[in-house]
């Protein structure tokens, strides 16, 4: 099926809550692991960057797994930055940054970073080069690289399906977000397209019945 766009920003405040305190544990613990087979070293240090960080959970995750990293993490949506802003702990004040601004206009504070890394962003671009042509311009040689987001479904009746198996005690509007996500995500082959129009040399896996896992390293 053809690709259906959601709006880019999430800034409705109930949506935002609803995100924020949706159950992401299982994804997102599993994210930050795949990070780290990616990294391969629990003492890694350097400058991090997380591209649609949204309230914040796997910065914050990040940034308890790599104790020596400092995090740079951005959003468009100013209430999903306020929520992170809010939730953050007091330890991790010092290394974890939450900026507000939307990509590709948005000034980062460094220039390259060590790693890059993203959930669920790309399937909220209405032109997906953004989020790679942002990972060219902020990476240098050896600059770890691991995004993750949503694949569409080739059925309506399949988003319907995963929307039943993972989101059904999830409030209404955080299902019809789930839905919603997975028509605008991409395909396998779109991402791969992608990735070879941005000249990046990454690897394209299907990870779970409804995540892509893109990694690897600048050369
Ligand atoms: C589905 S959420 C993912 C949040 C977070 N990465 C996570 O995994 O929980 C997508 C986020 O991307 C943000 N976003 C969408 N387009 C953006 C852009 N052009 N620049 C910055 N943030 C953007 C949205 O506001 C939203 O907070």
Known sequence: ??????????????????????????????????IKTLVKDSSFSGKALD????P????????????LCKVDAVDGSKPMIDYALNTISADLQ???????GKLPDVELPELHYDIIFS???????????????????????????????LLRPRRLYMAESLVAMYASTEPKI?????????LAAFTMVEIEAQIIQA????????ISDRHV????IAS
């Open 174 to 182: 955080l299902q019809q977000d789930f839905y919603n996500s997975l």
């Open 56 to 67: 914040g959970d796997i910065s914050r995750r990040f940034a308890k797994a790599f104790p």
């Open 213 to 216: 896992f893109i990694s690897g």
């Open 94 to 100: 010092a290394r974890l940054h939450f900026i507000h």
């Open 1 to 34: 099926m053809e690709r259906v766009l959601e709006p880019e920003l999430m800034e409705d405040l109930e949506q935002v809550f609803a995100y924020a305190k949706a159950d992401f544990e299982q994804p997102h613990k599993k994210f930050v692991q795949r």
């Open 51 to 54: 591209l649609g960080c949204g």
């Open 119 to 149: 959930n669920s962003l790309l399937h909220h671009l209405p032109n997906p080069q953004v989020l790679w042509q942002t990972i060219k311009q902020h990476s240098s040689t050896g600059t770890r690289i691991a995004i993750m987001d």
């Open 199 to 206: 000249r990046l040399s990454l690897t394209v896996e299907q």
